[in-house]
């Protein structure tokens, strides 16, 4: 007779191959149809905003929507079950996305509206990259980031000119426009001008009327071109270093089953996170 803790335990490890392993067929089979129900739960939400469609089908659209959350719930609750870790998957990334993918539902009992948060369900999207096994572009957005917090010091000096450089135009523009236009009738106000014209987004809804107040935001609009163009230098360097400083070892896309880390390299042993054996979960 079977001893049913072994039973147990055999079931446990093979709901874990099928809801957290991309690698097995199972677990693809799994993914994509998961992948397939969040789609459809997107579409659900972003369909209830259109008021004719949403009066015609909203008995059809709840019942979907509950459909679609109770599914969600038995996932996350698998997950919690089989995972080395409740408490670490509870609090990872993808962990936390996947809790916030069925909150609203819930929350929508109580208070009316919340349901419009669903739409969260589309960062749950980002598991297709372990589907697809898209590891290039894993890694090149790895880069990306990389880059970015390497340029991090130079940005924030470029933020703190640009800060200063709008509130002095903000307040240069209140002294000039602020008695022949009532558009510029606080600094703040005058601020926010500067903001929009410095970024080129050009709103509209506050112009100068006066010709010194039309030669400065002519000057600021110019000025507007560079704003742009130097943090996107300044990140486009740091990513080309960083790319020449990286090996172009692929991503896989194993599973680290001590903390559930799945950016890792295709010749990595040991997770990168906490150093536990990766290959294990080939076994797993």
């Given amino acids: 007779m079977r001893n049913p803790l072994v039973h147990l335990r055999a079931r446990r490890k093979q709901i874990y191959r099928t809801v957290f392993l991309a690698e097995t067929p199972e677990g ?57 870790s409740a408490r670490k998957y509870a609090f990872s990334f993808y962990g936390i996305i996947d809790f916030l993918a069925i909150l609203p539902s819930y929350l929508s009992i109580f208070f009316a509206g919340t349901q419009s948060l669903m739409i969260i369900r589309a ?28 340029a991090r010091d130079k940005i924030t000096i470029f933020l703190y000119f640009i800060v200063i450089a709008v509130t002095i135009i903000g307040s240069l523009m209140y002294l000039i426009e602020g008695d022949a236009n009532e558009a510029f009738d606080t600094i703040p106000r005058s601020i926010y001008w500067a903001i929009v ?3 080129t987004v050009g709103y509209g ?11 400065l935001s002519a000057i600021v609009m110019i000025l507007g071109y560079a704003v742009i163009a130097v943090p996107t230098g300044i990140v486009s360097a740091e990513f080309i ?7 172009r070892i692929p991503l896989s896309t194993d599973v ?9 390299e295709v010749t990595s042993v040991y997770c990168k996170k906490c150093g536990a054996t990766l290959k294990s979960t080939e076994n797993a």
């Fill in 28 to 84: 693809k089979r799994f993914d994509i149809i998961l992948l397939i129900l969040i789609l459809a739960s997107v579409l659900v939400v972003m369909l209830e905003t259109v008021h004719p469609i949403e009066a015609k089908y909203h008995f059809w659209f709840f019942v979907l929507e509950w459909i679609f959350t109770i599914t969600f719930t038995i996932e996350y609750a698998l997950r919690l079950y089989c995972a080395p």
């Fill in 123 to 150: 960062l749950r999207l980002l598991r297709i990259f372990r589907i697809l096994k898209m590891g290039s572009f894993m890694r090149q957005g790895s880069l990306i980031l990389l880059a970015m917090r390497n």
């Fill in 197 to 199: 014209t410095i970024t």
């Fill in 205 to 215: 809804d506050i112009t100068p009327a006066t010709s010194v107040g039309q030669f």
């Fill in 241 to 247: 270093g960083t790319k020449k400083d990286k090996d």
């Fill in 256 to 264: 680290c089953k001590a903390c559930g880390e799945v950016d890792h």
